[in-house]
């Protein structure tokens, strides 16, 4: 087996993102010693019963000292106060990293916090379920899925090159790009998508003519997926919209124009408007589904 990349690592956060990393870690042995820290006693517990860390520790502080990688794996919204916190705890030439799917706004929160000497290389991991806890974990998650790092422009190379490696020995691909540009790609891709699920659900719940009952009943495919995204996380979806503001509103802003180009063919019973725009989108759907098999 090969030698691990870090001697001590710490997870600040054991949720599904948390716990699955513990689970990976493991598996490619990528950290020879891996500290837990999370706010609840209980979830401090199941995490070290499970084994996917070796310590825990019921403060950040703690968890952090002498580790040579920080991963934060809690909702965007408390990065920066964390980061504040674990700041005079950090050893000199440690990474500190997070999983967030926004990265403009952790980076503006966490960066003034983050002592000289110690490299700050943000990451995304797009990977994810509806399920939450450090039961929710497992090391498989991140398999041939995507990690996005958004290297800060003075970062150090060696330490955007170590956590490339780490993400790679996780079952990730990585790719590196501007955290402006990562922001726009997530609201594209994840950001809008659950936003459109958390309406729909909300709507077909809201249909007096449609009973909760007959939503369950007769949820077909389309409707299920929709149900399963929309059952994530309240509160890191929450920190993701208002952090992500200007990225979601501008492509928010898009797909309004769409949907408005729609409900008017719909209106005029322009046949031709709709079938264009289901054929250039099922074009579309079967060149990421090729793309997943390459």
Known sequence: MAEPLFNRMALIGLGLIGSSLGHAIKRANLASHVAGSARSAKTLETALKIGFVDTVHETPEEAVKEADLVILCVPVGICGPLCARISPYLKQGAIVSDVGSVKTAVIEACAPH????????PGHPMAGTEFSGPESGFAELFDNRWCMLTPLPDGDPGATDKMVRFWQGCGANVETMTA?????????TSHLPHLIAFNIVGTADDLETVTEREVIKYAAGGFRDFTRIAASDPVMWRDVFLN???AVLEVLER???DLERLTQAIREDDGEVLYDQ??????????IIDEEKS
């Open 114 to 121: 983050i002592p000289p000497g110690v490299h700050f290389v």
């Open 180 to 188: 402006q540009h990562h922001d726009i790609v997530a609201a594209v």
């Open 244 to 246: 992500n503001k200007q």
């Open 255 to 257: 797909f309004n124009a």
């Open 278 to 287: 289901f054929k250039r989108t099922r074009h579309i759907r079967r060149g």
